[in-house]
């Protein structure tokens, strides 16, 4: 799609149409490519809005950067968990918008969402930091992905407190959680991880008896 049909479908009022328009700028220049995305940040569509966010992850400027802290208070959650994922691949300079909006956005997508990509950067300080005040939130799938996230400690200076918190998930009453808590378990090379995985295999939800045994096979 060249530039001018580009600018038209930008325009339409198919919203399928400004989705081509936005998934055809990729091949674009970021000088040319985020002043078109970043008219588009008000779009009355939440899809058209997420696909602008993942846009300008992809094209880094500063004034893309700019564009993704407004996405972060948009009333979508769905653009809101885009716009963090594609902040985060701006690497340090996110960390601080992106531990703020965690504090602060309660929604288990956009929760979910700043744990797996904090838990892509550089930066085991803070992801350790956020799994903590992840570890009693209210939505269970934020718990669960909190229990796998914790496998990220094994064999670092946060390795003793980690452990600590995936043996409380260990006795959660959400087979879910202790399942994900027996998966990150398995890679603690430590006596009390063992302990607790001896006691996961005769849990009596499947789920988890099969997360220890994986364990066991793939050792």
């Avoid at 588009?40 to 997420?50: C, G, T």
């Avoid at 809101?80 to 690497?91: H, K, N, P, T």
Wanted: net charge negative; glycine share 4%; aromatic share 6%.
């Amino acid at each position: 799609m060249d530039l001018s049909q580009i600018r038209v479908s930008l325009d339409s009022e198919d919203s399928q149409e400004r989705m081509r328009a936005i998934t055809a700028l990729r091949s674009y220049d970021a000088e040319t490519a985020v002043p078109l995305l970043c008219n588009k940040l008000e779009d009355p569509e939440f899809l058209v809005r997420s696909f602008i966010a993942m846009g300008l992850g992809r094209k880094r400027t500063p004034q893309a950067f700019e564009g993704l802290l407004l996405l972060l208070d948009d009333a979508d959650a769905n653009v809101r968990s885009e716009a963090a994922s594609a902040l985060a691949l701006y690497g340090d300079r996110a960390l601080t918008r992106l531990v703020e909006m965690f504090e602060q956005d309660q929604h288990w997508l956009v929760r979910r969402s700043i744990l797996a990509a904090v838990g892509e950067m550089d930066a085991p300080a803070t992801l350790y930091r956020l799994c903590v005040a992840a570890i009693r939130d209210r939505d269970l799938t934020v718990r669960e992905a909190t229990a796998l996230m914790l496998v990220r400690f094994a064999g670092t200076e946060y390795q003793t407190s980690a452990l600590d918190h995936l043996l409380q998930f260990a006795k959660s009453e959400e087979a879910m959680v202790r399942a994900a808590a027996a998966r990150s378990l398995r890679h603690y090379d430590l006596h009390q991880a063992r302990e607790a995985l001896a006691q996961l295999h005769d849990d009596p939800d499947h789920r988890v008896v099969a997360s220890v045994l994986e364990g066991l096979v793939e050792g």
